[in-house]
């Protein structure tokens, strides 16, 4: 796919919508941290139920290790990998208050530094919360990318690379949103809505559908 093509999808998502952001709710940029920290092998929708209840009582890290590993895996029990993840939180709020007085660190190597935090949850959190111009590849985007031919790669890794060299500056802080979610609600992993998709007679895959 050539750079005019990339261009002009973007200027379609961006067109569609100007101002887009994560549909994880969250308050500050703790609260950011643990739901996607949450969301591995989750949905936004799951993670949302269990954070409402669980953020009125935690705003920041001090806030978790006094609600305790009990009182966490109460909240968020409906959530895959509860067990593991309440660990990781707990371990991670620890190393938080320690190491940063209770903030979030605006750093990759810090971010990747806390148990639980992977470079996909570091990219969101910088992208994010403090606006670095990073592209976190998730199972949405790798497929995205792939199908399209926007940043084709066998691995997460590859894509990410290939959409931070390939990818227009102007449109790098909001590409990983508006990825996601056009993987999300209409280039679906069994059934793509090409039909209705506003980048078809751009994208390159060659099995489109009409729904």
């Not at 950011?32 to 799951?46: E, K, P």
Request: proline share 5%; glycine share 6%.
């Amino acid at each position: 796919m050539n750079k005019l093509k990339r261009c002009e999808i973007f200027t379609r998502l961006r067109r569609e919508n100007p101002q887009p952001t994560t549909e994880l709710e969250y308050a500050n940029p703790y609260q950011l941290l643990v739901a996607v920290t949450l969301s591995a092998q989750a949905t936004d929708v799951g993670v949302n139920k269990a954070t409402r209840g669980l953020f009125k009582k935690v705003r920041r890290p001090q806030d978790l290790l006094k609600l305790g590993e009990a009182g966490l895996k109460s909240h968020i029990r409906t959530i895959g990998l509860f067990n593991t993840k309440a660990r990781n939180l707990l371990a991670a709020a620890k190393l938080l208050v320690e190491n940063h007085e209770g903030e979030v660190p605006d750093s990759r190597a810090a971010l990747e530094a806390l148990p639980g935090v992977g470079r996909k949850t570091a990219n969101v959190v910088l992208n994010t919360a403090f606006g670095h111009p990073t592209i976190a590849v998730d199972t949405h985007i790798f497929r995205v990318c792939n199908r399209t031919g926007i940043a084709p790669g066998k691995n997460v890794t590859e894509v990410e690379r290939r959409l931070e060299r390939c990818v227009p500056a102007e449109f790098r802080q909001n590409a990983h949103h508006w990825l996601i979610l056009h993987g999300r609600y209409t280039c679906l992993a069994r059934t793509p809505r090409c039909g209705s998709c506003i980048i078809e007679d751009l994208c390159e895959f060659r099995h489109k559908t009409e729904v």
